[in-house]
């Protein structure tokens, strides 16, 4: 056997040593009346496969090693449903990254499905209570997951057509707690796969103007042993254990592969619709935590191949803040994460995936960033994932893991800055509108540079880390005390305002001002450049009780609550139809960046008009004055359709007001407009006139309100 000490030597050319060997061999495969089993375990010096019953008697097998250490064996007779794991030999040296225990049975990395929980009071660590660094000779076979054989089924139904980033609208949903309290959805497909294909669910994303949901974590995942202590469980999902296996829970007729098929139907349903599926993943770091957590898979097979490992080696090199930080820069670690994706888009269907903490995986052996990387040129080359879309969460918790703006071609990215100025805007805490305007238009102080189209920046106000959108207009402050922290939990810079009263309330005036901000939060979410994304719930007025790091509850506090529905229609009605008019006019989602280029006519003269304008209230465009005024509170953004292939000169002006009075506005003429229609805005119904406004005239914009004229 060929074993290969990494911390000894360099390693060889990352890329090639990726994607090099033959990984078809790992994981579990039905063929030729029995099933192959591979391994890659280098480091080993014995590997048993453990064939379990479901009375939990094993039968074990020798498996067999090449030299590029993947561990090998054929069992005729096993099928689909056959439950097993690892048993990995080698040295017990922490102090080299070596942290081998054949007495725990591990998982399968590339297994299809898991099944079976975790026992959190059982023998899951590989070290004694002692000690971290002397191993545990107790079995753990009856307390840990096991992997699952799947047989071959066909890919779900592919998409009619995949859609520009300028067509998208994405929405960010949590498969459980979508569906968990949806009145239509029968009560035994809840929370499911099943459930979200359910025809009422997909019908609502449908209706509101959805073209792609993003799945919160949906990799098997197991809870982290300290909130089981508390009587709690992780709920979003980012503690993954299985790269390949759908969450077993969310099945809702088994787990022995079942999860699979039913995966693969729900995304047919949603295929069907239109709607695209886009994965969060987590790369970054696994479900089995620092040295000292349990043992349920990768620290078992090589603890060294598979992690970060600090100087000694015998301790976690964390940047993600979960205790471990998985080794990309190891090629064999790298492979399985491509395998992965492969996978998923491949036979499971999924149309793209958001990494969550990215730039872990862009760290070398050294631990540095490099956007080089050779993740990001398999990425960029491989013939599958050059194909679909690619969104960075661009940070991490280490050196240097800030790195918002710095992916490049073939990327977007989370704008945490857009989401950090919006919010700030809306409460009054912002210095003029200069900012606003560079996070309307796609951030170009961030993302316009060689050639990065504005579609680079994924805009939000919301995700699942932090307030809801109506929390952030009830709260100024987190409420945690669920969690079981002592409120000490989640981040205290939340950027919200709670409009006067910390908290639900029946003052009516207080409502009234709360649904007006939770519109204009919307509004400039879904009208600015970029690609929106919507966190599911938002629409509806979905409320977590002022909890802002909501990720252990699984509980109403999380769920979507669908009885809010009629309640905060006015918020429903308003996302609609703001996301209508942007799928109708290509002018309000432009892919390329606007530098306020002149228009021109069909014969090629210059009509005056520009595709980018900045108006504060006067007929003239803003002067320097006007952007160098902290007390300004009102931005009009005139844009205009310059398209080569047009079919008719397509323009709005955008009015968005964040001061509490009202303010008269001139609505410029000339060459701008003949006249204005106002289609849609965030005030309450007759506040703004409904026919045709002529140009040169004024409009009394209410306090706090953004509005959408047409152009004609």
């Not at 054989?149 to 998208?168: D, F, H, I, Q």
């Not at 102080?445 to 959108?469: E, K, L």
């Amino acid at each position: 056997m060929t074993t290969i000490d990494i911390f000894d030597t360099e390693p060889p050319d990352t890329v090639a040593a990726a994607t090099s060997v033959d990984t078809s061999r790992l994981g579990a495969h039905v063929r030729d009346g029995g099933t192959e089993f591979g391994l890659w375990a280098p480091r080993a010096t014995r590997v048993e496969l453990a064939l379990v019953a479901e009375d939990r008697s094993q039968q074990n097998y020798d498996m067999t090693v090449s030299g590029d250490g993947i561990w090998t064996s054929f069992v005729p007779g096993a099928g689909p449903g056959q439950r097993y794991g690892y048993r990995v030999h080698g040295e017990w040296a922490p102090e080299r990254g070596a942290r081998f225990n054949p007495a725990k049975l591990l998982l399968d990395p590339y297994a299809r499905a898991i099944t079976s929980g975790v026992d959190y009071s059982g023998p899951i660590l590989d070290h004694t209570p002692e000690s971290d660094y002397e191993p545990d000779p107790t079995d753990s076979a009856t307390a840990v997951p096991l992997s699952v054989v799947v047989g071959n089924t066909p890919a779900p139904a592919p998409l009619r057509r995949r859609r520009r980033m300028a067509e998208s609208v994405v929405y960010e949903l949590h498969v459980k707690g979508f569906t968990q309290l949806h009145p239509a959805v029968p009560e035994h497909l809840r929370g499911t796969y099943a459930g979200l294909a359910y025809p009422a669910v997909v019908q609502h994303l449908l209706d509101l103007g959805v073209t792609a949901v993003e799945l919160l974590p949906v990799h098997h995942f197991v809870s982290e042993p300290f909130l089981i202590g508390r009587g709690l469980a992780n709920y979003w999902g980012y503690n993954t254990l299985g790269f390949f296996a759908p969450h077993a829970a969310y099945c809702s007729v088994g787990t022995m592969g079942e999860q699979v098929r039913e995966f693969k139907e729900m995304v047919s349903a949603l295929h069907e619709a239109g709607i695209e599926v886009i994965l969060d993943v987590v790369y970054n770091h696994t479900g089995e935590g620092g040295h000292e957590g349990p043992t349920l898979a990768f620290r078992g097979i090589d603890h060294a191949g598979y992690y970060r490992l600090t100087d000694d080696l015998r301790t976690d090199y964390d940047v993600t803040g979960c205790g471990n930080s998985v080794d990309s820069s190891e090629p064999g670690t790298l492979r399985l994460i491509i395998d992965s994706l492969r996978y998923w888009v491949s036979e499971m269907g999924v149309d793209g995936f958001r990494f969550d903490l990215v730039t872990t995986l862009l760290r070398d052996r050294h631990h540095h960033v490099d956007q080089r990387h050779p993740f990001k040129e398999i990425l960029r080359t491989d013939p599958v994932l050059s194909k679909v879309k690619l969104i960075a969460e661009p940070w991490d918790l280490g050196p240097y893991g800030y790195q918002v703006g710095s992916f490049g071609d073939d990327w977007s990215e989370w704008n945490d800055r857009f989401r950090n100025h919006v919010r700030d805007f809306w409460r009054g805490n912002t210095h003029g509108v200069g900012e606003l305007a560079q996070r309307l238009v796609g951030s170009p102080d961030i993302f316009d540079y060689q050639n990065r189209p504005a579609t680079a920046s994924i805009n939000f106000v919301t995700a699942h880390d932090g307030f809801t959108m109506r929390d952030l207009v009830t709260y100024n402050v987190k409420h945690n005390g669920a969690n079981g922290e002592s409120n000490r939990d989640g981040t205290d810079d939340n950027r919200s305002w709670n409009c006067g009263y910390e908290g639900e309330t029946d003052d009516p005036e207080i409502k009234a001002l709360r649904h007006r901000q939770a519109q204009n939060l919307m509004a400039t979410l879904v009208l600015a450049a970029g690609v929106p994304m919507i966190t599911a719930g938002d629409e509806l007025g979905r409320t977590q009780q002022g909890n802002n790091n909501a990720y252990c509850q699984d509980s109403h506090i999380s769920w979507v609550h669908w009885d809010t529905e009629a309640a905060w229609a006015d918020q429903t009605d308003l996302t609609q139809a703001l996301l209508r008019l942007r799928a109708e006019h290509p002018v309000l989602r432009r892919t390329w960046f606007r530098h306020g280029e002149t228009i021109l006519d069909s014969t090629g003269t210059p009509t005056g008009r520009k595709n980018l304008a900045w108006f504060g209230g006067r007929s003239a465009e803003m002067t320097e004055a006007d952007w160098q005024d902290g007390t300004r509170r009102t931005l009009g953004i005139y844009l205009a359709d310059d398209s080569p292939d047009r079919e008719a000169d397509d323009a709005f002006l955008i009015w968005i007001h964040g001061g509490a009075d009202p303010v008269q506005v001139a609505l410029p003429d000339g060459f701008w407009a003949s006249t204005y229609r106002v289609l849609a805005h965030s005030g309450i119904e007759g506040e703004l006139p409904t026919g045709k406004l002529a140009a040169g005239t004024t409009l009394e914009l209410p306090g706090r309100t953004v509005a959408i004229l047409q152009v004609d």
